[in-house]
């Protein structure tokens, strides 16, 4: 039974940074795909960046790209999201999610990862 559980969640200033980690427990440890989503009220959740291993290779949003930066320990089971530069827009609860299996590029469809966290709210205050 794969387990996610996010935290660093919390109330920043913009131009603030804050990283949130993910811990994984019972799943893979060597070939798998996380991510970390996005979700605000009434609307879809959000790709915002992912990482597969073993290659290590990520993909960002556009939106996100230069201020945020995924990474994780493969052999702790561990998953980060480095947020910098924040902005009122990047207010919303966000996820970790995971693909327990190989994918060349992380996906960013939020359907095609199969375990999700109950989720860390970010709010940031302009």
């Known amino acids: 039974q794969v387990q996610l559980v996010e935290s660093g969640g919390g109330l920043v200033q913009a131009g603030d940074s804050l990283r949130l980690s993910c811990a994984a427990s019972?799943?893979?440890?060597?070939?798998?795909?996380m991510g970390w989503f996005r979700q605000t009220p009434g609307k879809e959740r959000d790709f915002v960046a992912g990482?597969?291993?073993?290659?290590?290779?990520?993909n960002y949003a556009d939106a996100v790209k230069g201020r945020f930066t995924i990474s994780g320990v493969n052999a702790e089971s561990m998953l980060y999201l480095s947020m910098t530069s924040l902005k009122p827009e990047d207010t919303a609860v966000y996820y970790c999610?995971?693909?327990?299996?190989?994918?060349?590029?992380?996906?960013?469809?939020?359907?095609?990862?199969?375990?999700w966290g109950q989720g860390t709210q970010v709010t940031v205050s302009s």
């Open positions: 999610a995971l693909i327990w299996r190989l994918t060349v590029t992380p996906p960013k469809m939020a359907n095609e990862y199969e375990y």
């Open positions: 990482i597969t291993w073993p290659s290590g290779r990520t």
């Open positions: 019972g799943g893979p440890v060597s070939t798998y795909t």
